[in-house]
């Protein structure tokens, strides 16, 4: 059983900056992709940024430019920077990882983390 614990959020104000961090634990055949996704009130969940393996990463628009994706060597740990924070980067930050159930490689299952805050005020 793969566990997500993420941490770094918090208030911050319009313009500042936060660091995200999830670590991942338990996947004993690897990971293959993390993903950071938010969920503000009343809206749906939204994916941020990704990044695999492979190091193929990929941004919503309405984050390029300010929020940066990167992980460990291991791919045990990523990051999300989030610069030039605004009012709508307001939510609740969800780790997401593709693990591998099999040595082989040919099987795949989702896991989430609890999420963190991230306020910012105007």
């Known amino acids: 059983q793969v566990q997500l614990v993420e941490s770094g959020g918090g208030l911050v104000q319009s313009g500042g900056s936060l660091r995200l961090s999830c670590v991942a634990s338990?996947?004993?055949?690897?990971?293959?992709?993390m993903r950071w996704y938010r969920q503000a009130p009343g809206k749906q969940r939204e994916m941020v940024a990704s990044i695999s393996k492979e190091d193929e990463i990929w941004y919503r628009d309405s984050v390029k430019g300010r929020f940066t994706i990167s992980r460990d060597s291991a791919m045990n740990t990523v990051f999300l920077q989030l610069d030039k924070l605004n009012a709508e980067d307001t939510a609740v930050y969800l780790c997401?990882?593709?693990?591998?159930?099999?040595?082989?490689?040919?099987?795949?299952?989702?896991?989430w983390g609890q999420g963190t805050q991230v306020t910012v005020s105007s």
């Open positions: 997401h990882a593709q693990a591998y159930l099999d040595s082989g490689r040919r099987q795949l299952e989702d896991y």
């Open positions: 338990g996947a004993i055949f690897g990971i293959r992709l």
